[in-house]
């Protein structure tokens, strides 16, 4: 029997003061693609996926889009089910 499994996670965000530097870390590392570039009023960055997951690599613009991890956190802000 074959059992199938199910992936939940869809997207992981990290925060981070260089969104375009540690994306082509990302890049050049494991692979990842470039899928879109953000510069909006919360937030800049860069979104990378492998074709099933999607990696938001952000730097937030004010202690209100920071969610309470503040401006300067580095590291995983969130992650998407």
């Known amino acids: 029997m074959t059992v199938k499994s199910r992936g939940f996670l ?3 965000a990290l925060s981070v003061t260089d969104p375009w530097e540690t994306a082509e870390y990302y890049k050049a590392t494991v692979g990842l693609e470039e899928v879109a570039e953000l510069d909006g009023p919360l937030a800049e960055g ?33 992650i998407g089910f």
């Open 10 to 12: 869809r997207h992981v």
């Open 46 to 78: 860069v979104f990378l996926t492998d074709g099933v997951v999607n990696l938001a690599i952000l730097h937030f613009k004010d202690e209100e889009a920071a969610q309470g991890k503040g401006v300067d956190f580095v590291g995983i802000h969130h």
